[in-house]
């Protein structure tokens, strides 16, 4: 019995005495991966160092203390973390190792740039948590050029290689020191930072409870400071793959669309910069947010960039905007949301219901704001197929020194949209208490040959005060007209298989005084005419130009009576007698242009007694006889009035 259990206790000896030289043995085998993965940061020019190493092997816990890391690429941060602790860590080959949580506390990370000025950015971070964690036992080397865009590679690159189920950062500190006297120095704290699903390159949801920050504007003999806060940040299904393609220094040949985010979106957003000056955004939404390889090329718009910071040539400008350009074509939104928002100001308060963006289309809603006058207020406010990308390059175009720019490149202003409207609009009118009310403005137009649109209407329904302080408007102040009705449709539009242009519908309503309709067809008007900005082409190619038909519309709704009480006044006459004697002088006038030309003799009848009787419709129609060259007719409608009208059969009437 005795030999039995000396025995058991040998057994238990060396038993204990292997379990302690296998633990041993793994530790250092810890230690050494440990080592050789800071090896690797030495190897390349930087430093690095650690303290305590140690290893439990019962829960396989790895445990690293005060680590010091500094790269020898100056766009790299300065690491420094107080401790790491790994629980359940397993290494499935040689060259990756995995982790059923991972804690990091007392992280501080710097980073000093240099260029294009000196900035110096400060992290502080007490904790880190990870969960179910993945990752190479160690990393690529940084092969960086110095340029940020080679950094941001390089992280989404180590970034690939990383999956875990969930990593939580409660805060996080930022400290920004952008110089004495210069812009830019501040705060920022990031609260409640959660990502879940990381997986090699994609993430299935980022949040950030809260964002603070407090900046200084540093503006001379004003020391402001912009203070702002940001809650509910979230960003749903990430993708680096395109980014990093985008950022390949040798170029993607990819001309296709890649998603990298689905939505990101914000709670509420409050900023306040100047006393008194206060911003409240409730919500955003940005979804489906993607990137074309081939055209979205950051790194090409730095380059272009004057390394020694001064101003850009305008030839380096030019080019720059052209990139940019690109950039615009290389970035696409499926929809922005932007809630309501509200600012005070010391002169009042204003408010915007909602920006929004979809399919190349901007929406201003519900804007109420204050101004000197009164309160502006507008329903909505939209640009049609807006292109950022030929903003850009029409910006581009205007660039010549010394020079104005030229009627083609102003022109270049129709391709960067096909259109705007502006509702329910109540503005104060001058200096005055009176409004102007637009129920609609609405001017759209496309079919561009060259830079000149080829199709283009104009939609305006308002009412506006008239102004005493214009002379034309005289008479109908004095006759107690004191708002104008007015109600404008404009259209035009040439086919270019038959080369026929027709001005249908242009009419001009003004409420309870007239309507006017007009409808002019031209015919043979070449396409060189539109791609031509030059006037002695245009003149020659308008000699092609033939007229058509044009008819006349007027329906009187009180104007020919207002036109009548004027008169009267004028010559202290009845308006029985002011209506005749117009009558008479239509007919005189008349007699003088209509000739022995029987149609226009008909016209001058039909105006006289359009303005005999209140309340009718006078109707006019021009039909050419034969070939009617367009600048032929103008010229004779200066000339020789008569001729010009013995050109068309004339067709008049008025009825009621």
Same mark, same amino acid.
């Given at each position: 019995?005795?030999?039995?259990?000396?025995?058991?206790?040998?057994?238990?000896?060396?038993?204990?005495?292997?379990?302690?030289?296998?633990?041993?043995?793994?530790?250092?085998?810890?230690?050494?991966?440990?080592?050789?993965?800071?090896?690797?940061?030495?190897?390349?020019?930087?430093?690095?160092?650690?303290?305590?190493?140690?290893?439990?092997?019962?829960?396989?816990?790895?445990?690293?203390?005060?680590?010091?890391?500094?790269?020898?690429?100056?766009?790299?941060?300065?690491?420094?973390?107080?401790?790491?602790?790994?629980?359940?860590?397993?290494?499935?080959?040689?060259?990756?190792?995995?982790?059923?949580?991972?804690?990091?506390?007392?992280?501080?990370?710097?980073?000093?740039?240099?260029?294009?000025?000196?900035?110096?950015?400060?992290?502080?971070?007490?904790?880190?948590?990870?969960?179910?964690?993945?990752?190479?036992?160690?990393?690529?080397?940084?092969?960086?050029?110095?340029?940020?865009?080679?950094?941001?590679?390089?992280?989404?690159?180590?970034?690939?290689?990383?999956?875990?189920?969930?990593?939580?950062?409660?805060?996080?500190?930022?400290?920004?020191?952008?110089?004495?006297?210069?812009?830019?120095?501040?705060?920022?704290?990031?609260?409640?930072?959660?990502?879940?699903?990381?997986?090699?390159?994609?993430?299935?949801?980022?949040?950030?409870?809260?964002?603070?920050?407090?900046?200084?504007?540093?503006?001379?003999?004003?020391?402001?400071?912009?203070?702002?806060?940001?809650?509910?940040?979230?960003?749903?299904?990430?993708?680096?793959?395109?980014?990093?393609?985008?950022?390949?220094?040798?170029?993607?040949?990819?001309?296709?669309?890649?998603?990298?985010?689905?939505?990101?979106?914000?709670?509420?957003?409050?900023?306040?910069?100047?006393?008194?000056?206060?911003?409240?955004?409730?919500?955003?939404?940005?979804?489906?947010?993607?990137?074309?390889?081939?055209?979205?090329?950051?790194?090409?718009?730095?380059?272009?960039?004057?390394?020694?910071?001064?101003?850009?040539?305008?030839? +380096?400008?030019?080019?720059?905007?052209?990139?940019?350009?690109?950039?615009?074509?290389?970035?696409?939104?499926?929809?922005?949301?932007?809630?309501?928002?509200?600012?005070?100001?010391?002169?009042?308060?204003?408010?915007?219901?909602?920006?929004?963006?979809?399919?190349?289309?901007?929406?201003?809603?519900?804007?109420?704001?204050?101004?000197? +006058?009164?309160?502006?207020?507008?329903?909505?406010?939209?640009?049609?197929?807006?292109?950022?990308?030929?903003?850009?390059?029409?910006?581009?175009?205007?660039?010549?020194?010394?020079?104005?720019?030229?009627?083609?490149?102003?022109?270049?202003?129709?391709?960067?949209?096909?259109?705007?409207?502006?509702?329910?609009?109540?503005?104060?009118?001058?200096?005055?208490?009176?409004?102007?009310?637009?129920?609609?403005?609405?001017?759209?137009?496309?079919?561009?040959?060259?830079?000149?649109?080829?199709?283009?209407?104009?939609?305006?329904?308002?009412?506006?005060?008239?102004?005493?302080?214009?002379?034309?408007?005289?008479?109908?102040?004095?006759?107690?007209?004191?708002?104008?009705?007015?109600?404008?449709?404009?259209?035009?539009?040439?086919?270019?298989?038959?080369?026929?242009?027709?001005?249908?519908?242009?009419?001009?309503?003004?409420?309870?005084?007239?309507?006017?309709?007009?409808?002019?067809?031209?015919?043979?008007?070449?396409?060189?005419?539109?791609?031509?900005?030059?006037?002695?082409?245009?003149?020659?190619?308008?000699?092609?130009?033939?007229?058509?038909?044009?008819?006349?519309?007027?329906?009187?709704?009180?104007?020919?009576?207002?036109?009548?009480?004027?008169?009267?006044?004028?010559?202290?006459?009845?308006?029985?007698?002011?209506?005749?004697?117009?009558?008479?002088?239509?007919?005189? +006038?008349?007699?003088?242009?209509?000739?022995?030309?029987?149609?226009?003799?008909?016209?001058?009848?039909?105006?006289?007694?359009?303005?005999?009787?209140?309340?009718?419709?006078?109707?006019?129609?021009?039909?050419?006889?034969?070939?009617?060259?367009?600048?032929?007719?103008?010229?004779?409608?200066?000339?020789?009035?008569?001729?010009?009208?013995?050109?068309?059969?004339?067709?008049?009437?008025?009825?009621?």
């Amino acid at each position: 019995m005795k030999r039995i259990l000396i025995g058991l206790i040998v057994a238990a000896v060396l038993g204990a005495g292997g379990w302690f030289g296998f633990n041993l043995y793994v530790q250092h085998r810890a230690t050494s991966e440990v080592e050789a993965a800071f090896a690797q940061i030495r190897a390349s020019g930087g430093k690095a160092s650690h303290g305590k190493i140690a290893f439990e092997l019962s829960s396989r816990t790895l445990t690293v203390e005060d680590i010091n890391v500094e790269p020898a690429q100056p766009q790299l941060a300065n690491v420094k973390v107080a401790k790491i602790t790994a629980v359940g860590v397993r290494q499935p080959d040689e060259r990756h190792f995995s982790a059923d949580s991972i804690d990091v506390s007392g992280v501080e990370a710097t980073f000093t740039y240099t260029e294009p000025a000196k900035l110096k950015a400060n992290y502080k971070i007490p904790q880190i948590t990870a969960r179910d964690f993945s990752a190479p036992i160690r990393g690529a080397e940084a092969s960086l050029s110095g340029s940020i865009i080679d950094m941001y590679r390089f992280m989404l690159a180590q970034y690939a290689t990383v999956s875990a189920s969930s990593i939580a950062v409660p805060t996080v500190s930022v400290n920004v020191d952008a110089g004495t006297g210069n812009a830019g120095s501040g705060d920022y704290v990031y609260s409640g930072l959660s990502i879940q699903n990381v997986d090699h390159g994609k993430i299935e949801t980022a949040k950030t409870d809260r964002i603070t920050y407090s900046i200084d504007l540093a503006q001379p003999g004003k020391p402001t400071k912009m203070i702002g806060e940001l809650s509910g940040l979230a960003a749903t299904d990430f993708n680096s793959t395109a980014v990093r393609a985008a950022l390949d220094q040798q170029g993607a040949s990819d001309d296709s669309f890649h998603r990298i985010y689905r939505r990101i979106s914000v709670n509420s957003y409050m900023v306040t910069t100047a006393p008194g000056v206060r911003l409240q955004v409730d919500g955003i939404t940005f979804d489906d947010i993607a990137i074309r390889p081939s055209k979205f090329r950051p790194a090409e718009i730095i380059a272009l960039v004057p390394a020694d910071g001064s101003i850009p040539t305008p030839a +380096q400008s030019r080019d720059m905007m052209e990139k940019v350009a690109d950039f615009f074509e290389g970035f696409q939104i499926g929809k922005v949301e932007i809630g309501k928002q509200t600012i005070e100001t010391p002169q009042g308060t204003g408010r915007l219901g909602a920006i929004k963006y979809d399919q190349d289309n901007i929406v201003l809603e519900a804007l109420d704001m204050p101004l000197p +006058q009164g309160q502006l207020k507008m329903e909505r406010f939209a640009l049609k197929s807006f292109s950022a990308a030929n903003l850009m390059r029409w910006a581009a175009s205007l660039r010549t020194p010394g020079q104005p720019p030229s009627p083609d490149q102003m022109l270049g202003l129709f391709r960067v949209l096909e259109g705007a409207e502006i509702k329910g609009v109540v503005s104060p009118y001058k200096n005055t208490r009176q409004l102007v009310t637009i129920d609609t403005i609405s001017m759209n137009w496309g079919q561009l040959v060259g830079s000149i649109p080829s199709k283009a209407s104009l939609v305006v329904k308002m009412v506006t005060p008239t102004d005493p302080a214009n002379p034309a408007l005289q008479p109908l102040i004095v006759a107690g007209v004191d708002k104008l009705a007015i109600d404008l449709d404009l259209g035009a539009a040439w086919t270019e298989s038959s080369g026929a242009f027709a001005l249908a519908p242009a009419t001009l309503d003004l409420g309870n005084l007239a309507r006017a309709q007009l409808r002019v067809a031209l015919a043979k008007v070449p396409r060189d005419l539109f791609t031509t900005t030059d006037r002695s082409e245009a003149m020659a190619q308008l000699v092609e130009v033939e007229t058509g038909a044009i008819e006349l519309s007027l329906r009187d709704r009180g104007v020919v009576d207002l036109v009548v009480a004027q008169f009267a006044r004028m010559q202290n006459v009845s308006r029985d007698a002011a209506r005749g004697a117009i009558v008479a002088m239509i007919r005189a +006038q008349g007699e003088k242009i209509a000739g022995a030309n029987g149609d226009a003799r008909m016209a001058v009848d039909a105006l006289a007694g359009f303005v005999e009787a209140s309340g009718q419709t006078l109707s006019v129609k021009l039909m050419p006889r034969a070939k009617v060259p367009l600048m032929q007719l103008m010229q004779l409608s200066q000339s020789d009035p008569e001729s010009a009208l013995a050109q068309f059969r004339i067709e008049a009437s008025t009825g009621l």
